[in-house]
């Protein structure tokens, strides 16, 4: 049976805040694909974040982790809310997303960040400086910082110690390293791998083994960057860059950053891979002030769909396909608030720019 033929499987998770809303407009199109016969492809759902713990006691239930094994990908909405703020640490939401990047093995997130020029003049920075952006940031995702041991808050001699541990091994850096080599085959050969070697020895190895994965591939230029200088030349010439490469915290504030050239944090979808399953979710969060009130921004759950279409289920057709239709409706000059601007001719909901999207690739 051809690949494209056989039946895949995903896990839809929701989540809390604005996550069911974003939700709703990916379901649409997701019928709509496999109505028209473009793939054979089930789903279905389950809990994660503050939802899973209301229910269950458990913000990442087992159950949830069986449906993951068992998909070729998994699309995460959000997670998280102030109601769960005084829960202990290891039930809070937050904790699901670290849960499930272990259990699915997924090391390396790729966040893209590509200007579309309908968007120019939502960024805060001038249009000669962003127009025509296409970079994207690799970001190992299970080591470093966020996982090292010890950590924790110790008291000694009554005074309270917050301890946490930077730590990588050489074959993590490898590993993330290739992902961020082969990527840039496919892309302008260029890679930024992001440390501070200057002062931390986590840093130092990760760009001695920089430098020795390199010759592994002679036709990629590698320049190496402190991460200080690196959010700088950021929001100063963010042409400059194709690939950026980076630890966990590192890559968790550059990312971000790099987000907020597009326009709005809104637009901005990842993709976690490297295990068998991938994790594709926006990087915006649960948004809980304007949770309910039909205003968040779906493009970034839409183009986090296209995403795990391209890297999982290997459709680059599809992925192609709902980008376009993202585009075309920006073009229309339709709007969610938080990137209206100039060019803007109508501003709509999450409900109506969901809408638009899906009209747009129905007629495509």
Same mark, same amino acid.
């Given at each position: 049976?051809?690949?494209?033929?056989?039946?895949?499987?995903?896990?839809?998770?929701?989540?809390?805040?604005?996550?069911?809303?974003?939700?709703?407009?990916?379901?649409?199109?997701?019928?709509?694909?496999?109505?028209t016969g473009q793939i054979a492809l089930e789903w279905?759902?389950?809990?994660?974040?503050?939802?899973?713990?209301?229910?269950?006691?458990?913000?990442?239930?087992?159950?949830?982790?069986?449906?993951?094994?068992?998909?070729?990908?998994v699309l995460l909405g959000a997670v998280g809310g102030p109601k769960y703020d005084t829960l202990p640490y290891d039930k809070r939401p937050e904790r699901a997303l670290l849960g499930i990047r272990e259990h699915l093995g997924v090391f390396a997130n790729l966040r893209p960040a590509r200007l579309f020029p309908e968007l120019a003049a939502s960024s805060t920075l001038k249009p000669e400086v962003i127009s025509d952006l296409d970079l994207i940031v690799v970001r190992e995702l299970t080591g470093g910082i966020y996982f090292g041991k010890p950590r924790g808050i110790f008291e000694e001699s009554g005074v309270r110690r917050g301890v946490n541990t930077e730590?990588?091994?050489?074959?993590?850096i490898v590993r993330i390293l290739r992902v961020a080599f082969d990527l840039a085959r496919k892309r302008r050969k260029r890679v930024t791998s992001v &440390?501070? $070697? *200057?002062? =931390?020895?986590?840093?130092?190895?990760?760009?001695?083994?920089?430098?020795?994965?390199?010759?592994?591939?002679?036709?990629v230029e590698l320049s190496h960057m402190y991460v200080d200088n690196a959010a700088m030349q950021?929001?100063?010439?963010?042409?400059?860059?194709?690939?950026?490469?980076?630890?966990?915290?590192?890559g968790d504030i550059l990312s971000d950053e790099a987000a907020q050239l597009t326009g709005s944090i809104g637009m901005l979808a990842s993709a976690s891979i490297g295990g068998k399953t991938g994790l594709y979710e926006p990087i915006h969060g649960?948004?809980?002030?304007?949770?309910?009130? &039909?205003? $968040? *921004?779906? =493009?970034?759950?839409?183009?986090?769909?296209?995403?795990?279409f391209r890297y999982s289920l290997d459709r680059?057709?599809?992925?192609?396909?709902i980008e376009s239709a993202a585009r075309t409706v920006l073009k229309d000059g339709v709007?969610?608030?938080?990137?209206?601007?100039?060019?803007?001719?109508?501003?709509?909901?999450?409900?109506?720019?969901?809408?638009?999207v899906f009209s747009a690739l129905s007629k495509s």
């Open positions: 049976m051809n690949s494209k033929d056989r039946k895949k499987k995903i896990l839809l998770l929701p989540g809390d805040g604005i996550g069911p809303e974003v939700f709703a407009p990916v379901m649409k199109i997701l019928e709509h694909i496999v109505k279905e759902e389950g809990l994660i974040g503050g939802i899973a713990t209301d229910r269950t006691g458990y913000p990442l239930p087992p159950e949830t982790l069986e449906k993951a094994d068992r998909s070729d990908a730590t990588y091994t050489e074959p993590e &440390d501070k $070697a *200057n002062v =931390l020895e986590s840093s130092a190895l990760w760009r001695e083994v920089a430098v020795s994965v390199h010759k592994d591939y002679p036709d950021l929001v100063r010439n963010p042409k400059q860059f194709d690939v950026l490469v980076t630890g966990n915290l590192f649960s948004a809980p002030d304007i949770a309910g009130k &039909d205003m $968040a *921004n779906p =493009l970034a759950m839409i183009l986090s769909l296209a995403l795990l680059e057709d599809l992925a192609e396909n709007r969610t608030v938080d990137i209206q601007g100039k060019g803007t001719k109508k501003i709509v909901g999450t409900r109506e720019m969901g809408e638009r």
